[in-house]
């Protein structure tokens, strides 16, 4: 395990924007960023409450939308509805999510937290902001609103970029991903 004196220090500008090694490569260092927090995120919701991460944002979304259609939290997650469903099939399961089909479209889904799953979101929700809280420890507030100023405008640049297929290749998953491009014949 990596502790805060292994960190390399985070390049300038100018080796951002020149990246000549993998620490100066900002979604490398964002990546890191994540996986250091996201896995207390997971820690606590699963070893805690038993749930996953994918489920959690399912919970925590519809805690803020109230009932909406699957297709529409779906779409506000960023994840396929294969995904979803099977997300949502758990909850249903665990009565944590209350299914209903649409009266006029059959195959509209609108889904809303029961009432179990609501108090689970009231239990969990403050573990998480804390979480939050005390990984921002020690930014100052005016640093803090540039870098959210700055990570709304990554944001949208990302998606900008994927909308105009700035990456023109496609992993393909169901094909064995990467796997197929490497042979077993080239074993080392």
């Not at 919970?59 to 939308?65: D, K, M, P, R």
């Not at 094909?175 to 490497?182: E, L, N, P």
Request: charged share 25%.
């Amino acid at each position: 395990m990596h502790g805060p004196q292994d960190m390399p220090a985070f390049p300038d500008a100018s080796a951002v924007l020149a990246p000549r090694s993998l620490d100066d490569l900002l979604l490398y260092r964002f990546s890191r960023a994540v996986r250091a927090s996201n896995g207390m995120a997971t820690r606590l919701v699963e070893g805690g409450f038993g749930i996953t991460r994918r489920e959690w944002g399912m919970i925590a979304t519809l805690a803020q939308q109230g009932e909406i259609r699957s297709s529409a939290l779906a779409a506000h997650l960023h994840l396929d509805r294969v995904r979803t469903s099977r997300g949502l099939r758990g909850l249903v399961d665990k009565k944590l999510v209350v299914r209903r089909q649409d009266a006029e479209d059959r195959r509209e889904v609108h889904v809303r937290l029961s009432p179990s799953g609501r108090q689970l979101f009231d239990r969990v929700f403050p573990r998480i902001a804390e979480l939050n809280v005390d990984l921002l420890e020690g930014i100052a507030p005016a640093h803090l609103d540039i870098f959210l100023q700055c990570l709304q405008h990554l944001e949208q640049r990302g998606n900008a970029l994927s909308a105009q297929g700035a990456v023109a290749e496609k992993a393909d998953r169901r094909a064995g991903g990467t796997r197929h491009r490497w042979p077993e014949s080239r074993q080392v």
